[in-house]
């Protein structure tokens, strides 16, 4: 996967500690590996998922995917789909909404942010913008 151009910081053996979401914008806390506390905050929310939430949530990668094709399973993973046994008009038009969403990705309109653990909380949301901030 290739990023740009929202450069996160490496937050490899980091954490994640809070999430919080609230009318279209969510604000993930994290604790880098040395201890720095930082936040990422996310704005105009189109679609989030935070599987298993655990105590430590230990960070393997984060990245922020805009600008470039994103990976089709992962915005399938957020954006759902039909069920396997739906007309295929539904699926055809699930799939025209794929490309949709890849197209806004591709152009810069809206971010793919990717957080994949080595232990607990997968992150994956798509929003108009990716902010962070070393807390201080």
Same mark, same amino acid.
């Given at each position: 996967?290739?990023?740009?151009?929202?450069?996160?910081?490496?937050?490899?053996?980091?954490?994640?500690?809070?999430?919080?979401?609230?009318? #279209?914008?969510?604000?993930?806390?994290?604790?880098?590996?040395?201890?720095?506390?930082?936040?990422?905050?996310?704005? #105009?929310?189109?679609?989030?998922?935070?599987?298993?939430?655990?105590?430590?949530?230990?960070?393997?990668?984060?990245?922020?995917?805009?600008?470039?094709?994103?990976?089709?399973?992962?915005?399938?993973?957020?954006?759902?789909?039909?069920?396997?046994?739906?007309? &295929?008009?539904?699926?055809?038009?699930?799939?025209?909404?794929?490309?949709?969403?890849?197209? &806004?990705?591709?152009?810069?309109?809206?971010?793919?942010?990717?957080?994949?653990?080595?232990?607990?909380?997968?992150?994956?949301?798509?929003?108009?913008?990716?902010?962070?901030?070393?807390?201080?």
């Amino acid at each position: 996967m290739t990023s740009a151009p929202h450069p996160i910081p490496s937050f490899h053996d980091g954490n994640i500690v809070g999430l919080s979401v609230s009318k #279209g914008t969510a604000t993930l806390s994290l604790v880098r590996s040395d201890g720095t506390p930082w936040r990422i905050e996310l704005e #105009g929310v189109r679609y989030l998922r935070a599987d298993d939430f655990r105590e430590g949530n230990i960070i393997s990668c984060c990245e922020a995917v805009t600008k470039v094709d994103p990976p089709r399973n992962l915005l399938e993973a957020l954006a759902g789909g039909p069920h396997e046994l739906a007309a &295929q008009e539904y699926h055809d038009k699930y799939r025209l909404f794929i490309d949709d969403l890849a197209e &806004q990705i591709r152009t810069g309109g809206l971010t793919l942010l990717v957080i994949e653990p080595s232990y607990g909380c997968v992150f994956l949301a798509i929003s108009e913008r990716v902010m962070t901030f070393e807390v201080r």
